[in-house]
């Protein structure tokens, strides 16, 4: 019973949570809630990816209400600066 609770501590200790590490894993999706609020945050993160090429990877896009809005003009290929001039 040691030996087992002891190797479940030290897997615990090995599997602690770590965000992913965009460098080896791009991200695949991207998905935009619906609150109207968060809008402007929506357009500086997309600024911020687009400027580290972190968009290029992206195979599906998805969101709600105001979020479903931009997750389209993500699809359809528009830049953050061309979505924050149409909204």
Not at 4 to 31: C, G, M, Q, W
Not at 62 to 86: Q, T
């Amino acid at each position: 019973t040691y030996s087992l609770l002891r190797n479940l501590v030290d897997l615990n200790a090995i599997t602690k949570h770590r965000p992913p590490s965009f460098i080896h894993y791009p991200p695949e999706n991207l998905v935009f809630d619906g609150n109207d609020c968060f809008g402007p945050a929506y357009l500086d993160t997309l600024s911020f990816l687009e400027a580290e090429r972190k968009l290029n990877s992206l195979k599906r896009v998805a969101g709600s209400s105001l979020g479903a809005l931009l997750a389209a003009l993500v699809a359809l290929g528009y830049s953050a600066k061309e979505i924050r001039d149409v909204i």
